[in-house]
């Protein structure tokens, strides 16, 4: 089974600077189709998950452009250009390349 | 739309069995692997179980394997997860979803 390792588990952020989480699988995320299965969600207290970034880096309808994603293989990045005090939330990615699907541990993100 | 929405959560007791159903509409059930996923208070998002496009594949979390059954029956829309032996860290929000798209849960609360 893949494990999805997420740094850091916390990260306090003041509002308009950028944050950065990032992810490790255990193994590659290159699909033999050519593409690479990697998500990042954000889920808000009592809330479902909400996808941010599907296929490594191209954003979910909706998600704003202050979210971004990189990597390739096994290191991936969400970062947030400049975080806002909606963007209170634990992050999780996930990969997609095979079954079963854990979540990364989460990284929840703090406004200071 | 798509739209998912879960039932029958309620309160039970340890050891006792409960079903979960989530209806799907705006979209065809059998072009996606679909899964649950859950939330004890306090804690973080914890992938529970997963099934392929027929339903002839399922997947589940050491936590809960042996104890939880997915199901789809693509003709009704609908998933499920039947879940025996509850035990009180099972008691959570669930979720169902296709990973783009997340039902709102539905609360399972295990106590005496």
């Known amino acids: 089974d893949i494990v999805m390792t997420q740094t850091p588990l916390s990260l306090s952020v003041t509002p308009g600077q950028p944050a950065s989480i990032s992810c490790k699988s255990s193994q590659s995320l290159l699909h033999t189709d050519g593409e690479t299965y990697l998500y990042w969600f954000l889920q808000k207290p009592g809330q479902p998950p909400q996808l941010l970034i599907y296929e490594v880096s191209k954003r979910f309808s909706g998600v704003a452009d202050r979210f971004s994603g990189s990597g390739s293989g096994t290191d991936f990045t969400l970062k947030i250009s400049r975080v806002e005090p909606e963007d209170v939330a634990v992050y999780y990615c996930?990969?997609?390349?095979?079954?079963?699907?854990?979540f990364g541990q989460g990284t929840k993100l703090e406004i200071k | 739309q798509v739209l998912l929405v879960e039932s029958g959560g309620g309160v039970v007791q340890p050891g006792r069995s409960l079903t979960l159903s989530c209806a799907a509409s705006g979209f065809t059930l059998s072009d996606y692997i679909m899964h649950w996923v859950r939330q004890a208070p306090g804690k973080g998002l914890e992938w529970v179980a997963s099934?392929?496009?027929?339903?002839?594949?399922?997947y589940y979390a050491d936590s809960v394997k042996g104890r939880f059954t997915i199901s789809r029956d693509n003709s009704k829309n609908k998933l499920f997860v039947q879940m025996k032996t509850l035990r009180r860290e099972d008691s959570a929000m669930y979720f169902c979803g296709r990973y783009d798209y997340w039902g709102q849960g539905t609360l399972v609360t295990i106590s005496s």
């Open positions: 996930m990969q997609g390349v095979q079954l079963p699907r854990p």
């Open positions: 099934i392929s496009f027929d339903g002839s594949s399922e």
